[in-house]
């Protein structure tokens, strides 16, 4: 299965309410990034955070890593329905080679 | 952050022509540069690893005579599609790996073949 998997798989909420997705991986990484992608289009780099680091903020963003569970999360505040994307985690193993996971579908109402 | 340029962002082209798809790094040297395809409401899947001056490395089910990749320096990468089919349709995207082992994805490339 897929090193990186997101939990969950799609997600539906109100604007200004919270979103969080989970990534679990299975192998030792070096860092793990988050990425957005709206529909049809590339992608949009959020977040990277060291395997050292444990949690880290941008912005609305809020990013945890737990190495010894092998699991992140991305935590989305205020969501907006630009917010309205699918999300993905990467995980770097391997010197710069990114496994995906599957993705969240984030829906934002207005 | 470092920045990757990927050229052309769509392209759409004939069933059997070649399509060719560049993959630049504008602010940093990139030895290692990844490609990768992502089928409709799919995740991204590794194709090859490139690596400067020496010859892509495969995963495995990419077929390396269809899918062509140059490196031929630190700062481009190139991909083309060989006689392009309509099931080659699909996203394709670049990723350099920098001085510090982090990768930098490009855009993206919308490949239509027709």
Same mark, same amino acid.
């Given at each position: 299965? !897929?090193?990186?998997?997101?939990? @969950?798989?799609?997600?539906?909420? !109100? ?24 529909? #049809?289009? #590339? +992608? ?18 809020? =990013? ?11 935590? &989305? ?22 496994? *995906?996971?599957?993705?969240?579908? +984030?829906? =934002?109402?207005? | 952050?470092?920045?990757?340029? !990927? ?8 069933? #059997? $022509?070649? =399509?060719?798809?560049e993959?630049r790094s504008?602010? /940093?040297q990139a030895t290692?540069m990844?490609?990768?395809?992502? /089928? @409709?409401? !799919? ?9 400067e001056g ?12 269809? *899918?062509? &990749?140059n490196h031929a320096s630190l700062t481009l990468s190139t ?6 089919? @309509?099931?080659?349709?699909? *996203? ?12 930098? /994805?490009?855009?993206? $490339?919308?490949?239509?073949? =027709?």
């Amino acid at each position: 299965s !897929q090193q990186g998997e997101e939990d @969950p798989q799609a997600l539906s909420i !109100q604007e200004g309410e919270n979103a969080t997705m989970n990534c679990s991986y299975k192998t030792s990484i070096n860092n793990l990034q988050w990425y957005r992608q709206n529909s #049809g289009r #590339g +992608l949009v780099h959020l977040i990277l955070i060291r395997s050292n680091e444990r949690e880290k903020h941008s912005g609305r963003l809020r =990013v945890t890593l737990d190495t010894s569970k092998k699991s992140s999360s991305l935590l &989305i505040t205020a969501s907006r329905a630009a917010d309205t994307a699918s999300y993905f985690c990467a995980t770097d193993e391997n010197a710069g080679k990114s496994t *995906f996971g599957d993705g969240t579908t +984030l829906t =934002v109402k207005p | 952050g470092a920045v990757v340029s !990927q050229h052309p962002s769509r392209v759409i082209c004939k069933s #059997g $022509t070649s =399509v060719k798809i560049e993959c630049r790094s504008l602010d /940093f040297q990139a030895t290692t540069m990844f490609w990768y395809r992502q /089928f @409709p409401k !799919q995740s991204l899947m590794l194709m090859a690893t490139s690596n400067e001056g020496s010859k892509a490395t495969y995963e495995q089910g990419v077929e390396k005579d269809k *899918f062509l &990749i140059n490196h031929a320096s630190l700062t481009l990468s190139t991909l083309t599609v060989t006689s392009a089919h @309509p099931e080659d349709s699909s *996203f394709y995207i670049c990723s350099a790996r920098g001085q510090l082992f982090e990768a930098f /994805f490009g855009q993206g $490339t919308r490949l239509t073949v =027709v």
